[in-house]
């Protein structure tokens, strides 16, 4: 599975941005999808996921208020739509995927996109 991440950007705090993740190969449908994050100097997070077939979604705390997790399959694309953005989400963002169509354990992702940079000033 080979991921690729758009729509990284400049945007002033309050503002909204939506991130793409694109998706080779024949299985995107059973397989989960996650986005996470990686502030300068700190670990990489959690964002949210979403299960092969969208019928679940799971979000860390302080996101889910504000972003939504989704996909279309029939594009083998995921997105995530991120509202009210405060400088604290600037980070890189990293799409990924999982080898099982349930969202599962954060470790269970092991195919990786490269990553699109999202900056907000304040």
């Known amino acids: 599975v080979q991921l690729q991440a758009f729509g990284g950007g400049l945007v002033q705090a309050g503002g909204s941005l939506r991130l793409s993740c694109a998706a080779s190969?024949?299985?995107?449908?059973?397989?989960?999808v996650a986005w996470f994050r990686q502030a300068p100097e700190k670990a990489r997070e959690f964002v949210a996921a979403?299960?092969?077939?969208?019928?679940?979604?799971n979000y860390a705390n302080g996101t889910q208020d504000r972003f939504i997790i989704s996909r279309d399959n029939t594009k083998a694309t995921f997105y995530l739509q991120m509202n009210s953005l405060k400088p604290d989400d600037s980070a890189v963002y990293y799409c990924a995927a999982s080898r099982w169509p349930s969202i599962g354990h954060l470790s269970e992702y092991q195919y990786w996109g490269q990553g699109t940079q999202v900056t907000v000033s304040s």
């Open positions: 979403i299960s092969g077939s969208g019928g679940n979604t």
């Open positions: 190969g024949r299985t995107f449908s059973n397989r989960a």
